[in-house]
């Protein structure tokens, strides 16, 4: 909300929204500055601080690792599997990691919903990866509905895909099925929402990223903003925040794992009982910040310990021939045949291997056909 903070003119303190204060009121110029209704209440305890800390070196740790480019690649695939395969796991999805694994390598042609939740989750891991790498992402309302979009493609009605709720929704224990949790009414989701983000971004550089992610992490579900898909849009808006902010492990990354370990812990911590109304403002995050710092140090350690025994594998490595393909890439642009067969005594057949080589490590991408055919750097997912 905006709050009046100079008037010079002897009024009364006045509350306005951004768009009634857009430029001036009765010609006369308002002084304002914006402080969201969104205050969390939480404490700083040792354990917090320790985890913090821990946190902090294990990042610094990992980032100024120098990792051949392959083993990151190999690393990042298997990272994406295992959060896709946990974060709907939590959400009830029966697929094992190795079917999860089989349906991202060999996508069938009809998607049951357990399928399509996989691919769904997969791709939005992806989007949110790239536009990492383009940038900084900032935390918006849009970014929410865009992630929210992916993840529910096909897999509820589409006037919700992607959109805040219009309607009631009851959260029940999956045990008892007895409704265990009434969210704020659907009049006041876009209003906390709002405030939300506001405190994220206005916060960015006051208050420790961690806190911030997990904070955001913890409130979003308790507005619950969409009638399903609200665990997993907030695991990876929270997972990009942390990245945002400096977490650059995102791509190795699955907190999603340890939530999965034991889901009845995750949801206990992560969710509140009651009405929201009664509950908001007892709703105190301390525990909830220790367990979720305590998540991403967990999660850390397990990437430590595969960067120490990551090795290239003979399926990775490569071989004299295949590192003179991309050089000519990287020198001209791109490469055809018939400048490999310039620079290669190897035979035609041999050469087309290469390239399905490099394709398959998703080096390179092939564009054009027959003899125009021609290949360049594959862009980042």
């Not at 305890?45 to 480019?69: C, Y």
């Not at 970014?143 to 979009?149: G, K, N």
């Not at 041999?350 to 092939?366: A, M, P, V, W």
Request: hydrophobic fraction near 35%; charged fraction near 25%; aromatic fraction near 10%.
């Amino acid at each position: 909300m905006l709050i009046l903070t100079q008037q010079p003119w002897g009024l009364p303190p006045l509350n306005f929204t951004a768009k009634k204060c857009a430029g001036q009121l009765d010609n006369r110029l308002l002084f304002v500055y914006y402080s969201p209704m969104f205050k969390p209440r939480y404490t700083i305890t040792e354990k917090l601080l320790a985890n913090i800390k821990h946190i902090s070196a294990l990042v610094t740790e990992l980032n100024s690792q120098n990792l051949p480019k392959l083993v990151v690649m190999a690393l990042t695939k298997e990272a994406r599997e295992l959060s896709t395969f946990a974060s709907t796991s939590i959400e009830g999805n029966p697929l094992p990691l190795t079917e999860v694994k089989r349906i991202l390598k060999n996508r069938p042609e009809n998607l049951r919903d357990t399928e399509r939740e996989v691919i769904n989750y997969n791709q939005a891991l992806k989007d949110l990866g790239a536009l990492l790498q383009k940038g900084n992402i900032k935390l918006s309302l849009k970014l929410i509905l865009t992630i929210h979009q992916t993840i529910t493609k096909e897999l509820i009605e589409k006037y919700r895909c992607g959109h805040l709720r219009q309607e009631a929704v009851f959260v029940n224990n999956p045990g008892s099925r007895q409704t265990i949790y009434w969210p704020p009414d659907h009049q006041d989701v876009k209003s906390l929402l709002e405030d939300l983000l506001a405190f994220i971004n206005i916060n960015r550089t006051k208050i420790d990223p961690l806190i911030l992610a997990g904070i955001f992490h913890k409130q979003f579900v308790i507005v619950h903003p969409f009638m399903d898909g609200n665990g997993r849009t907030t695991r990876l808006a929270a997972k990009a925040l942390l990245a945002a902010m400096g977490l650059n492990t995102f791509n190795l990354f699955s907190f999603e794992n340890y939530y999965n370990q034991n889901v009845g812990k995750y949801f206990e911590q992560v969710g509140i009982l009651g009405n929201y109304y009664d509950e908001k403002d007892k709703v105190d995050f301390t525990r909830w910040l220790e367990y979720f710092t305590g998540g991403i140090i967990d999660e850390l350690l397990r990437v430590k310990k595969e960067l120490e025994t990551a090795t290239p594998t003979p399926e990775t490595a490569l071989k004299p021939y295949h590192q003179q393909i991309l050089g000519h890439i990287k020198d001209h642009g791109y490469v055809t045949d018939r400048d490999y067969s310039l620079i290669t005594k190897r035979a035609k057949a041999t050469r087309n291997h290469d390239f399905n080589k490099l394709l398959s490590l998703g080096l390179i991408e092939k564009s054009g056909k027959g003899k125009a055919t021609y290949y360049k750097l594959k862009t980042a997912n």
